[in-house]
């Protein structure tokens, strides 16, 4: 072998491997392959990103994802699907992804020794940083204006920004309350701006004894549903909890 084909070859291999590299860190690839879940021993201990295992967390180990990334992980068999954070490294090379008891229970393969997923990169800690950064900004931004009839949300239940009754039945991702509709709807067009939400709701309720406004995003017809966007929305450090939607 000549000194020139084995540069060559070298060179080849080089960018293969780095291209390779860069592709299973661009946000949307995807992977079909084996998954299992921990063994309950595992529980409590540190984990090769450093983080520390707990069971009832949404979290698992991916072979090559960067730690603290974000992926979706389906189950092709049976179609459901959960959001994880990686945190560690699979113990063998047969499996892609190891995740934890709770999202076993997610995707429904308790007992199963290898699962049938695909596993999407939705974000990395890099992405993440970016995401949270830009939406502060939007959030923190005091000059929206907004020009809907206030007078339309006064009577309990879930409307539209356009004051819109919601008719349906279902569960939305709760943002935060507040105390007048204005400050709910001003919210609402931040939250629009800032994450590109569509499916916005504002719900009027009660609170021990006094009137508040919530904001909602999502117009889910279950809670499973509506947990995945609340996954998200928790993984970039935002307060939100699922309410269950009224008209």
Same mark, same amino acid.
């Given at each position: 072998?000549?000194?020139?084909?084995?540069?060559?070859?070298?060179?080849?291999?080089?960018?293969?491997?780095?291209?390779?590299?860069?592709?299973?860190?661009?946000?949307?690839?995807?992977?079909?392959?084996?998954?299992?879940?921990?063994?309950?021993?595992?529980?409590?201990?540190?984990?090769?990103?450093?983080?520390?295992?707990?069971?009832?967390?949404?979290?698992?180990?991916?072979?090559?994802?960067?730690?603290?990334?974000?992926?979706?992980?389906?189950?092709?068999?049976?179609?459901?699907?959960?959001?994880?954070?990686?945190?560690?490294?699979?113990?063998?090379?047969?499996?892609?992804?190891?995740?934890?008891?709770?999202?076993?229970?997610?995707?429904?393969?308790?007992?199963?020794?290898?699962?049938?997923?695909? $596993?999407?990169?939705?974000?990395?800690?890099?992405?993440?940083?970016?995401?949270?950064?830009?939406?502060?900004?939007?959030?923190?931004?005091?000059?929206?204006? $907004?020009?809907?009839? $206030?007078?339309?949300?006064?009577?309990?239940?879930?409307?539209?920004?356009?004051?819109?009754?919601?008719?349906?039945?279902?569960?939305?991702?709760?943002?935060?309350?507040?105390?007048?509709?204005?400050?709910?709807?001003?919210?609402?067009?931040?939250?629009?701006?800032?994450?590109?939400?569509?499916?916005?709701?504002?719900?009027?309720?009660?609170?021990?004894?006094?009137?508040?406004?919530?904001?909602? $995003?999502?117009?889910?017809?279950?809670?499973?549903?509506?947990?995945?966007?609340?996954?998200?929305?928790?993984?970039?450090?935002?307060?939100?909890?699922?309410?269950?939607?009224?008209?």
């Amino acid at each position: 072998m000549t000194n020139k084909f084995l540069f060559f070859l070298l060179t080849v291999l080089h960018f293969g491997v780095l291209s390779n590299a860069q592709n299973i860190t661009k946000i949307g690839y995807s992977q079909i392959g084996k998954a299992s879940y921990y063994p309950d021993d595992r529980d409590g201990k540190i984990t090769a990103g450093g983080y520390k295992y707990d069971k009832n967390a949404l979290a698992g180990a991916h072979k090559y994802f960067p730690f603290g990334s974000i992926v979706k992980v389906r189950n092709i068999d049976n179609g459901k699907t959960v959001l994880l954070k990686i945190i560690d490294r699979p113990y063998t090379n047969q499996r892609i992804l190891d995740v934890t008891l709770k999202a076993a229970q997610k995707l429904d393969i308790i007992g199963l020794t290898d699962a049938h997923v695909e $596993v999407t990169l939705m974000d990395t800690p890099e992405t993440l940083r970016k995401k949270k950064e830009a939406s502060q900004k939007q959030l923190n931004q005091k000059d929206t204006t $907004v020009d809907i009839n $206030v007078n339309l949300f006064t009577k309990t239940g879930t409307y539209y920004l356009n004051g819109n009754q919601y008719t349906q039945q279902g569960f939305g991702v709760m943002f935060k309350s507040f105390s007048t509709i204005n400050e709910a709807i001003q919210q609402s067009e931040l939250l629009k701006s800032a994450y590109n939400f569509e499916d916005i709701l504002i719900q009027t309720g009660w609170k021990n004894g006094e009137k508040e406004f919530r904001v909602l $995003v999502g117009e889910f017809s279950s809670k499973e549903e509506a947990q995945l966007l609340y996954q998200m929305i928790h993984h970039i450090s935002i307060t939100a909890d699922i309410k269950k939607l009224f008209n």
